[in-house]
């Protein structure tokens, strides 16, 4: 008896577990994998609720020095698509191996079509002037294109619901001409107006709203004492009353710089999901000055 009652309950709960996987499976979603927040706050905007978006840089990572998790990788290899940010240097490093796993993930740039600019960035004192500047979405005229591009790749993926895209899409561009009318009114008695960082991470922002952007290290790691020097130098001459920095990144050093330069220092943080917010913040805080 006690084995007959055995095997019936052993028989309920492998029909309960196959139920339960079944409802998964009814229930998932394809998956989208995208290479930093930014994206992820443009793509669910257009995506919707179709699609579960995934995103490989982790919350307080460099995009400059990460090297992803093998869980990440393979989320990634179970995607339909891989959304790249264009010339961020974890994307190269991986993106070979990816497609070799995976020959049939689709791979989209979202900043085609952007003018990027180089010579942002150095290794040393050497100054790379072809170097592209990978912070592209610090830009709400960037984010067009961006958004732009994603919408393309979506009525590519999923044709049968372009018409679903395409409202989002034009909400999320109605919603970024209405931030670009916001920073532009904030930002206009600022033109000229310099600003630190310790990493140039707001050089497509300060060209937009015609800021100049002083960087303390371009290599985003500890600058020598000849480099240092040449920035709070350059940084005091100009008049700068702002430091931003990345307190999960950045050096220490950026706050001894900004001892010698008497900035207010500001916390931001560029890769954050919260996209909107945070270019407001970055506007509101050199207004303020």
Request: glycine content about 4%; aromatic content about 8%.
């Amino acid at each position: 008896m006690y084995k007959s009652v055995s095997s019936y309950i052993m028989a309920i709960a492998v029909a309960a577990m196959t139920l339960v996987s079944c409802a998964r499976n009814i229930d998932s979603k394809p998956v989208i994998t995208v290479s930093i927040q930014p994206q992820k706050y443009f793509l669910e905007k257009i995506a919707g609720d179709r699609w579960e978006v995934k995103c490989l840089l982790s919350n307080g990572a460099n995009p400059e020095s990460y090297d992803p998790a093998m869980t990440h990788l393979l989320n990634l290899e179970s995607s339909k698509a891989y959304f790249r940010m264009g010339n961020i240097p974890f994307e190269s490093a991986i993106i070979n191996k990816v497609h070799n796993n995976n020959p049939a993930l689709r791979i989209y740039n979202n900043s085609d079509g952007i003018e990027i600019i180089s010579g942002t960035h150095s290794h040393g004192d050497i100054k790379h002037t072809d170097a592209p500047d990978p912070h592209t979405w610090t830009s709400v005229k960037n984010a067009r294109i961006i958004a732009r591009n994603m919408y393309e790749a979506m009525t590519d993926l999923d044709p049968e619901h372009k018409n679903t895209y395409s409202k989002n899409y034009r909400n999320l561009i109605q919603s970024l001409d209405s931030l670009d009318a916001s920073l532009d009114s904030i930002l206009s008695p600022c033109r000229g107006k310099a600003f630190v960082v310790w990493h140039p991470s707001l050089s497509y922002f300060a060209r937009d709203y015609g800021l100049r952007q002083i960087s303390l290290s371009p290599e985003g790691k500890e600058a020598s004492v000849n480099m240092m020097q040449e920035a709070v130098d350059s940084a005091r001459a100009s008049g700068a009353e702002v430091l931003f920095f990345q307190k999960e990144i950045d050096s220490r050093q950026a706050e001894t710089a900004n001892e010698q330069i008497g900035t207010e220092m500001v916390s931001i943080n560029p890769l954050s999901y919260n996209w909107n917010k945070e270019i407001i913040n970055i506007a509101n805080a050199i207004a303020r000055q």
